[in-house]
């Protein structure tokens, strides 16, 4: 138990290390002549905290509308409202603004106008959540880092959106209606420091296609996949967290090498259609194979090759670096091959 407890916690701390960066970047100090204006622009509806002159609260008050922002605002609080529209006015003065929290609202691609959101030249940190989007947003401002829209229905991604934000490192699609015709040849071209894509609960059946060459951490869980192209790992160099966690992958849908990458840390395959424990690479840190139809796990055939390096007769610090393995939910049959060991001997936490 209290190994899963460990490595629980590791994952969200290595998940979340884009988030971690940029936090740091965002609280700087302020100048202390903005603290004046802070009470008498004030917008009505909202909260100004004196101690904190750059933000501005108005979350959870039924606004059907955004108040004028005040220009000292970076920080802009608006979730759980009943705004349907961004408007380009209420921002006119805004040029500061760092980060918008527009989460629960009923925001339509209608409601965008066209210059409300490119306007704001700083912006580094967007959230749409659960609002009505049936596309994502554009144009973008060019600053932004991180751009939430989980939980929208979001099937198109009109061409060129994504084309220059060359700083965007968090892209947030989860629980969206994507099809795998949303995506042209030049979607993601541009997204130049992509660390996170998350397209988790789509209606993929393939692949998304040309990924950005910084890709880290792909999570695919929830939607329709049932093959790996050959050499698709290719153009993400260096992805190492990949999660396909409920789709419809068998063995016939994966490549040869099966996930033979170098650059992979965290594997996560549960609840497919494997009936083999899919090739491996000795890098490979944590592995998820439950809930498949997996029969047998042949030990040997299981055992990445790895190469020990010259002159070294034991090569523990070479070998594969498998920590944690779940094989439960599986048709196999006792007993456990604990020969595993022999081959895995970082292996810590193993669920049969
Ligand atoms: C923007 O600032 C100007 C000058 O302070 C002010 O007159 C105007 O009302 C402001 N507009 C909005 C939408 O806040
Ligand atoms: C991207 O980030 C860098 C480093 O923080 C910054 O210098 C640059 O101006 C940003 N680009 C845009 C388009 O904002
Ligand atoms: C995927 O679906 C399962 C089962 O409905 C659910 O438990 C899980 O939270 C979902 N995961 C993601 C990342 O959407
Ligand atoms: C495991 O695979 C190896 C290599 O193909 C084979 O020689 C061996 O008999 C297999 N072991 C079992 C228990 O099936």
Redesign the pocket.
């Known amino acids: 138990m209290a190994a899963t407890v460990c490595f629980v916690i590791l994952v969200l701390l290595v998940a979340n290390t884009v988030g971690i960066r940029i936090a740091r970047q965002v609280y700087e100090v302020t100048d202390p002549d903005d603290w004046a204006s802070a009470s008498f622009d004030c917008p009505r509806e909202c909260f100004c905290p004196p101690s904190f002159p750059t933000a501005l609260y108005c979350e959870n008050r039924g606004l059907k509308e955004i108040p ?1 922002i005040p ?1 000292r605002i970076w920080y802009l609080y608006l979730e759980n409202n009943l705004i349907k529209t961004i408007p380009e ?2 921002f ?2 805004a040029t500061q603004l760092r980060w918008i929290n527009l989460n629960k609202n009923k925001i339509t691609n209608y409601g965008i106008e066209r210059g409300a959101l490119s306007q704001l030249k700083k912006l580094l940190f967007l959230f749409l959540e659960d609002n009505e989007l049936e596309e994502v947003p554009a144009p973008l401002p060019r600053s932004l880092e991180q751009l939430q829209l989980a939980r929208n229905k979001v099937s198109r991604i009109p061409q060129g959106t994504f084309s220059n934000l060359e700083n965007l490192t968090l892209l947030d699609l989860q629980h969206n209606k994507l099809l795998d015709n949303a995506f042209q040849r030049d979607t993601f071209k541009g997204l130049k420091n992509l660390i996170q894509l998350n397209m988790a609960q789509n209606a993929l059946r393939n692949m998304p296609p040309r990924l950005p060459a910084n890709t880290m951490q792909l999570f695919l869980d929830n939607n329709s996949i049932e093959r790996i192209p050959e050499n698709y790992f290719n153009v993400i160099p260096k992805v190492a967290f990949l999660r396909l966690n409920y789709n419809k992958l068998s063995d016939a849908g994966l490549r040869t090498s099966g996930f033979d990458v170098s650059s992979i840390l965290d594997l996560q395959l549960s609840h497919n259609r494997l009936t083999k424990v899919p090739r491996i690479s000795a890098h490979l840190e944590h592995l998820h194979l439950d809930h498949n139809r997996i029969r047998s796990v042949n030990s040997s055939l299981m055992c990445p090759p790895f190469h020990a390096m010259a002159g070294m007769h034991d090569s523990f610090s070479d070998g594969p670096r498998l920590r944690y393995l779940r094989l439960d939910g599986n048709e196999i049959k006792p007993p456990i091959p604990m020969d595993l060991m022999v081959c895995f001997r970082l292996l810590q936490y193993v669920v049969i």
Do not use: D
């Open positions: 004028s220009s006015k209420p006119v003065n």
